[in-house]
């Protein structure tokens, strides 16, 4: 049996509801589905600009990651779920300028975006993401 280790830190979000902000399971980590929230102020940022939401929720997941001892580098796979096709765009330019910062190696992680209701009618932006260690 692979033993399992809840990850928990106070630079990303509490979670809201009952999970973990990720789970590490042997050399896999999971982080659960982050979005726009700063983690000092325990609020939604940036109303509206779903450039600057996408920033701050890589940075949260980010933050999990570091928890876990892992990178952006060690994820396998960013799920990104928008609120509407038309932020496509802005929120492609944002994921992209985190990447080129946080994976220098070049091996980009995969990635599927989807469009959906999210929780929260400020958040324009949810993102998980699954990374091997």
Known sequence: MTDTTVIRTEAAPAPAHV????????????????????????????????????????????????????SVEDVLMFRVYLTEQSLFPRMNEAYGDFMQEHVPGGALPCRTTVFVGLPHPEMLVEIDALAVV
């Open 19 to 70: 999970f973990s902000q990720g789970l590490r399971k042997g050399n896999m980590l999971q982080v659960s589905g982050q979005g726009p929230m700063d983690p000092e102020t325990n609020t939604y940022v940036a109303e509206g600009d779903v450039y600057a939401q996408t920033m701050r929720t890589l940075e949260n997941v980010r933050a999990i990651l570091e928890a876990g001892a892992a």
